[in-house]
């Protein structure tokens, strides 16, 4: 017997079906397509919700802890200062300034009157602007000198055992020539087996011949020895004034003793 001609005999040809029953398989057929897809939309709204978070967590953070710092006491513009907090500013500037100008860069840093005055920082931002400004000039002084010196005569000893020996000074925009004199007094140190500095006598400064206008007053120096008696480090300090503007000015110029006695 064959199954499959029998299987094929039972099966009708023609099967009818009424409309009730076509619109229930219709029915289960969208039902069954539709749940496959059923769940997408909900996860991808779960990672859209996710993704929103993990993004705004840091933002707000970010807000909180800018509403919790401290607001920067050289900002005032929340807080204005009374006039006694400006009186006890004031006091401040003065010292940091008359502190700076002991420094005697060249130039006099002035501080306008206290009606007048108008910028108001905290102290410590005050000293901060005022170093940066003695730091630049300083910085402009040794790069303007670097690049003069290496045409400097010698040091020269004359008969009386005075030496005078050349440097450069500067004062913002403007630089001299100087002469520096004094008389040294040298030893042999038998230990060291050389000649070193024992003293130094008569220092005096004057402006070299063609160095330019203005005049120079020396007001005082002060000598350190070191390196064990071979240098000299000379401190001056005098008044240089052009065009009726006078400015302290300070430098410093170093002496060496060579192990026969000669000084340059």
């Known amino acids: 017997m064959n199954i499959k001609d029998e ?22 057929v969208r039902q069954s397509r539709t749940s496959n897809f059923y769940l997408k939309p909900v996860v ?6 996710m993704i929103t978070v993990v993004l705004a967590v840091p933002v707000m953070l970010s807000i909180v802890k800018e509403e919790n710092t401290p607001q920067s006491n050289s900002n005032h513009s929340s807080h204005p200062l009374t006039e006694e907090q400006k009186q ?8 940091i300034v008359k502190k700076a100008n002991e420094q005697k860069v060249g130039s006099t840093i002035g501080l306008s009157p206290f009606e007048e005055f108008n910028h108001w920082v905290t102290p410590e931002k005050f ?6 400004m003695l730091e630049a000039d300083l ?21 009386d055992g005075e ?26 140190n038998a230990e060291l087996d050389r000649n070193i500095f024992v003293g130094v006598d008569n220092v005096s400064t004057q402006f070299a011949k063609y160095s ?11 000598a ?34 060579d192990e026969f006695g000669g000084i340059y």
């Open 7 to 28: 299987l094929e005999k039972s099966i009708p040809v023609n099967i009818t079906l009424t409309e009730n029953e076509k619109a229930t398989i219709r029915y289960r």
């Open 44 to 49: 991808v709204f779960a990672l859209f919700i």
């Open 88 to 95: 006890q500013y004031y006091e401040q500037y003065k010292k």
């Open 127 to 132: 000293k901060k602007e005022i170093q940066s």
């Open 139 to 159: 910085k402009t002084e040794r790069e303007e000198i670097a690049a003069r010196s290496s045409d400097l005569e010698p040091a020269v000893t004359d008969l």
């Open 163 to 188: 030496t005078t020996k050349p440097t450069y000074i500067y004062i913002p925009n403007i630089i001299r020539k100087i002469e520096v004199t004094a008389k040294f007094k040298t030893q042999y």
């Open 212 to 222: 330019g206008p203005g005049t120079w007053k020396q007001t005082s120096y002060k």
């Open 224 to 257: 350190s020895l070191v390196d064990g008696g071979k240098k000299y480090k000379i401190r001056i300090e005098g008044i240089f004034s052009l065009s009726n503007i006078s400015n302290e000015k300070a430098f410093t110029i170093e002496f060496n003793c």
